[in-house]
């Protein structure tokens, strides 16, 4: 039998190794090894020389992750681990922390609660100049956004807490180029967080109206099903596979008529007996919008 070679354990193994990528100017290389290498071996050298490096290249998430992982305890650690915190915005933590640790002096608390409010401050500027950005391209009129860009406007707008958002989301949904799907979300967002009594929305290029008091979210719509109990509905009467292309086309054909779904659609009978005769059930699915609509034109003149 051979000798078995095991990987060295060593830790001046593992300090040259990230004196090497040190020189080659590969600090993540570098802590990547004395990582490995405190796991290893927990040596406190080790540990020295990494915690050097990770304050070093500010790497807050490394510093939390080795903090929680090896239950670091000394002063030095907690310290910086909890400016960490506050770098990462996670400040509850840094304020249950404080307030469950009576033995930390007055002076250094003080520090960093200042500290702290001035990343929420930062944080809450960058929000802000996110927003005017946002703002400043949907007046933008004949600009095409892309998927992407769609889907990162949408979720900055649902997750902000600024009450700016409200204008901002007025801009998207009178911009010509936003899609109607999105348009329906950022109304449902307005509903629940606004505070104007009427907002507009140009749909399909006519400019609408919306009065707060007579809007309903999408959920709330008489003609909303939830997706498991249309998919048992409708597995009574199609293969799974039809149940589920109708499952995907009803929610979404919801989502983009509204507010205004119950202008087209009766009910939900009405429109499985009209729609289960098109071959053409899944491309509708990624019809754009002007074409979607022309469906449902056809849908309604098909009622008289």
Known sequence: MGNTIEFPNQE????????????EEDLIGAIDWLEKGYNKTRSDQLLEKLWILLCRSQDWSEIIWLVEEFQLQGEKYVSVYLEALIHMNRFEEVEAYLKHSEHLEIPWIN?????????????EQEKVQQLQEIGEALQKKDKIFSVEEIQYITQVLIDSTLPQKEFVIQLFLLHPQTPMFDKAILLDEWLDSGMLEMIQLLWNGELKSVNRNKLFSISKSRL????????DELMNCFSMEEAVIFVQKWMQDIIRLHPFQEEYISSFEEWIEYFSEKEDLMQSLFYDDATFVKQYDDFRKSKY
Request: glycine share 0%; hydrophobic share 35%; with cysteine.
């Open 12 to 23: 001046e193994f593992y300090i040259q190794k990230a004196n090497q990528c040190k020189k």
């Open 111 to 123: 520090a960093l609660q200042l500290k702290m409010m001035n990343q929420q401050l930062k944080q």
């Open 224 to 231: 909303y099903k939830e997706e498991s109990v249309l998919l």
